[in-house]
């Protein structure tokens, strides 16, 4: 399911629903619907988390962009 890759992704970072949404450019909402499933994310979306989960990046970069 793709709400739950979303939630995995998210707490691998260790990033909260609404750092995680920001990182993404969503609002918190948004992600909660996606992670729960009610809705799907867009296919750019999905490709955009895919990526994040890909590269793994910094801890450091994230919290930037989480804040």
Avoid: C, N, Y
């Avoid at 909260?16 to 450019?25: H, K, L, M, S, W």
């Avoid at 799907?40 to 895919?50: D, H, L, N, Y």
């Amino acid at each position: 399911m793709i709400g739950r890759d979303i939630t995995a992704v998210r707490k691998k970072l260790g990033l909260t629903q609404r750092q995680f949404a920001r990182v993404v450019g969503v609002t918190q909402p948004t992600l909660a619907t996606w992670e729960t499933s009610a809705k799907e994310p867009s296919v750019m979306a999905q490709r955009f988390i895919g990526l994040i989960a890909t590269l793994q990046p910094a801890a450091d970069w994230v919290k930037l962009h989480a804040d």
